[in-house]
């Protein structure tokens, strides 16, 4: 555990063409080596085509997706007595946010197609869908959390 304090949360500046904060994590999570600029492109047209696919607001279909693939719980390993144990414990929204989100789009990453925005706009539809490898991702947490449910007595 750390002994430092508790690090500080950032404040978030929502999105410059949707304002919304959860795009711009998004964004943040696309984004390597600094390259935002090519992380709002990816972003931006994956959204455009979800709108044109779905014939529905982008935001609210992403919003829906994210909310299909947060976690309830997830399974954290504790030491006892020189055995370790897979312990449930409940993720807070903020962490099951990251977690849907940093799952999406590692999905969408190891998916085969030609461009990351066709990957990224499937992998969105898919998890609206309750669909796609994010979802089975959540279920195999949620699967590891129902078969150590003994342990839960554990938490300390």
């Known amino acids: 555990m750390a002994r430092r304090r ?33 992380a709002y492109r990816i972003c931006y047209s994956s959204m455009k085509e979800v709108g044109e696919i779905t014939q529905k607001d982008p935001v609210s279909v992403v919003e829906q997706a994210i909310r299909n693939v947060t976690p309830l719980v997830e399974v ?13 414990v409940p993720v807070s929204p903020e962490r ?20 990351m925005i066709s990957k990224l ?3 969105f539809l898919d998890a609206s869908k309750n669909m796609g490898n994010a979802i089975r991702k959540k279920d195999e947490v949620n699967r590891m959390a129902e078969a150590n449910k003994a342990f839960a007595t554990s938490r300390f």
Request: glycine residues 8%; contains cysteine; charged residues 25%.
């Open 76 to 88: 954290k390993a504790k030491r006892r007595g020189g055995a370790t144990y897979q312990v449930p």
């Open 121 to 123: 706009t499937n992998e």
């Open 96 to 115: 099951g946010t990251a977690l849907a989100i940093r799952w999406i789009i590692s999905s969408c990453r190891n998916r085969s197609g030609r461009t």
């Open 6 to 38: 508790a690090a500080k949360k950032k404040v978030l500046l929502p999105d410059p063409v949707y304002q919304n904060h959860l795009i711009e994590m998004i964004t943040n999570h696309l984004m390597r080596k600094g390259k935002k600029p090519l």
